[in-house]
């Protein structure tokens, strides 16, 4: 099919446009964009088989495309390593949140990371089960034995999980859905009357895409169906039959990590990029956080919304 034939993920118009932009793990693909509602998607989507060996093999964030290691994720003991400050800041950033609830479900959950370390906070007051689909961290699961094997955009809820949560938590899994609206609607299935969505992706908007078009570019993943904005994530919800009440920004990576990529043009390895290299120097870190998020042009996009 002719890429301007491609179709809209979310309003569903044809005649994407070209944007010249290619993920940089794959140049067989391309970035589009909307005409119409201007939202940016891969060109052509994965496959159901390619999307099985990314849920099943964790290919691209341990070993890179083609299983050609660009990362050291590799084995667990690397990737806990390499997650635990990511882990800890969204702990920080959702338990209180979480607080209001009592049973939540922690959607794509990965490894269990999250979930590991949130049922470790004292006085917590919920209980915390996950969804997850890859064989690969399901195997290497370490967030307890409440994790359920269940595609819910190919398959149907079971009934032991059917309106039981009062919160769905999902962080950085809708830009990998190829049909993001038929999913969110079918995330409905999960939670009780009332019930509320939380879900994080990356900001397509955010101030460091701006500051340094090098960056902008390294956003684009083959392995991610959607690139969302703060309008486009809104109108993703609202066309799924949601009531949003909040779409926030966060900034996760340091200022240090901003300004190597503006001086540079490439990524920052040397220290770990959420965090200054002194800790002494953190309260710079945050203040510049903050203000970002003020900003609306923070690295994640945070939904909140319940179903209409």
């Known amino acids: 099919m002719n890429k301007t034939q491609a179709t809209c993920l979310l309003c569903g118009e044809p005649g994407l446009t070209p944007t010249n932009k290619k993920p940089r793990d794959s140049t067989a693909h391309d970035i589009l964009k909307c005409p119409n509602c201007s939202h940016v998607q891969l060109y052509p989507l994965l496959s159901a088989e390619e999307e099985q060996e990314e849920y099943d093999n964790d290919t691209t964030v341990r070993l890179g495309k083609n299983s050609v290691k660009i990362s050291d994720g590799s084995d667990m003991a690397t990737m806990e390593e390499k997650f635990a400050p990511w882990t800890a800041a969204h702990v920080n950033l959702y338990f209180e949140t979480l607080q209001n609830y ?39 699961f370490v967030g307890g034995s409440a994790v359920h094997n269940v595609n819910i955009l190919s ?106 990529w503006i001086r540079n043009k490439v990524p920052y390895t040397k220290h770990h990029m959420l965090y200054m290299p002194d800790e002494r120097l953190e309260w710079i870190n945050e203040i510049y956080k903050k203000e970002i998020g003020k900003q609306g042009k923070g690295f994640v996009l945070t939904v909140r919304a319940t179903p209409k």
Not at 107 to 132: D, T
Not at 167 to 173: F, K, N, P
Not at 205 to 228: A, I, Q, R, T, V
């Open 155 to 260: 398959q149907d809820i079971p009934p032991n999980l059917r309106h039981k949560y009062d919160c769905v938590i999902s962080m950085h899994l809708l830009e990998h859905i190829s049909n993001p609206v038929l999913f969110l609607e079918k995330v409905k299935g999960l939670l009780k009357p009332h019930g509320e969505v939380i879900f994080e992706v990356p900001n397509l908007n955010c101030l460091l895409g701006e500051l340094c078009p090098e960056y902008k570019d390294f956003m684009y993943l083959y392995e991610h169906c959607s690139y969302y904005t703060a309008e486009t994530l809104r109108r993703a919800f609202e066309k799924a039959g949601y009531k949003i009440h909040e779409i926030a920004t966060h900034e996760v990576f340091s200022i240090e990590n901003h300004l190597h």
């Open 102 to 140: 009592a049973n939540v479900l922690d959607l794509g959950a990965g490894y269990g990371f999250f979930m590991r370390e949130i049922q470790k906070q004292p006085n917590r007051n919920f209980q915390i089960e996950g969804i997850e689909i890859g064989k690969f961290r399901l195997d290497n």
